[in-house]
């Protein structure tokens, strides 16, 4: 398609610019997607302050942000076109993590840790503009009964599902969700639809505890807040006081803060799993007592992006085992993507999520 559109063009640091720019022009395996809604990430707050260098070769802009994606099919390329996958008008959901599929883990299935990933809006152009170019093959469509804005965090969601199932619940069992957060909010969700028994939230404040017990928490605890009735500094004793007596069996922890992972192993007792999904610093290091883990046979997993999940979220969101729309808290139109950045982090107002909107 030929034209200009609206694009938010992140040069370095603290510079992101609002840009007339030409529509991106689309290969044989690719789709062109009118872009409807997404995300802000963590991540790209992180890119636009600093603090994480982007994936392009020289780690530097000029790059459109923006990786968490809904939208309709514009343009269909040659490939999708003569299989006959998408018409114009379809709606879409945007998987980012563009994996090669020639290397060995792409053989093994493992496309999260594909080291030639393409990645949209990490290392090739992204979502804060009008239309973006996808490969095909990670083009979803979406049902009817999901909304744009809940598609646009199929991402976020494939990446909390894809750490439930490291989890391994089994039924009946007693979940710690620790970090209550966008992702944590959901895996309280998720936690609850793969057969947990009872869901305790851990968090650092009443806001996101609220969130959690509305989406379906039992038990929450505020880790930070003394002036909270949900408050103590004994995390473990207060597992025990909500589970019977007992450590859970199973704890996820959605937090770059590290100290959550450590305390994660004081909650969680013998034959216990822990996962942990968030992005610490290079510097954080776990300090594990080896012996009583051995002895007390413990699993503690790492989980990354979102390999293989993608139809299970779909479904989840449309059946409504996944309500994502308590999770999305604030809303920009293109325009502002540089103002809902730095409102999200800056900000000392409640809130969850914030979605761009481009209209
Ligand atoms: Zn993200
Ligand atoms: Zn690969």
Redesign the pocket.
């Known amino acids: 398609m030929q034209g200009k559109m609206k694009a938010v063009v992140f040069y370095e640091p603290l510079v992101m610019k609002n840009e007339e720019v030409d529509i991106p022009q689309i290969a044989d395996n690719e789709v062109l997607v009118r872009v409807k809604a997404v995300g802000i990430c963590g991540s790209d707050v992180s890119y636009y302050y600093g603090h994480s260098p982007l994936d392009t070769p020289d780690g530097k802009g000029p790059l459109f942000l923006g990786h968490e994606a809904s939208g309709v099919i514009a343009e269909v390329g040659g490939i999708p076109a003569k299989l006959g996958l998408f018409q114009e008008g379809d709606r879409v959901t945007i998987n980012p993590v563009q ?5 060995p ?2 053989m093994r299935g493992e ?1 999260n840790v ?4 393409e990645v949209i809006g990490v290392s090739v152009n992204g979502c804060f503009a009008e239309y973006v170019k996808v490969k095909y093959t990670h083009a979803y469509k979406i049902p009817d009964e999901v909304s744009f804005e809940s598609a646009a965090l199929s991402e976020p969601l494939a990446c909390a599902t894809h750490g439930i199932f490291d989890l391994d619940i089994k039924l009946g069992q007693t979940v710690v969700v620790y970090g209550l957060g966008g992702i944590g909010l959901m895996m309280v969700q998720l936690a609850k639809a793969s057969g947990a028994g009872k869901v305790i939230a851990i968090g650092v404040r009443d806001y996101g505890i609220e969130k959690a017990l509305a989406v379906g928490a039992d038990d929450a605890i505020n880790v930070r807040d003394k002036n909270s009735k949900y408050y103590t500094d004994d995390t473990a004793a207060k597992i025990k006081e909500f589970n019977g007596g007992e450590l859970a069996p199973r704890c996820i922890v959605p937090t770059s803060n590290i100290a959550a992972l450590q305390d994660a192993l004081n909650v969680t007792g013998p034959c216990s799993t822990v996962t942990y999904f968030g992005l610490p610093s290079p510097e954080d290091r776990l300090q594990i007592d080896v012996l009583g883990a051995i002895q007390s046979e413990r699993t503690i997993r790492f989980a990354w992006l979102a390999p293989g999940v993608w139809d299970n979220v779909s479904h989840a969101v449309a059946s409504g085992q996944v309500d994502l729309s308590q999770i999305i808290t604030n809303r920009f139109t293109l325009d502002r993507t540089e103002e809902g950045i730095r409102y999200m982090k800056e900000s000392k107002d409640d809130k969850i999520k914030g979605l761009v909107i481009v209209d």
């Open positions: 994996q090669c599929n020639a290397c883990a792409c496309f594909c080291p030639h990933c």
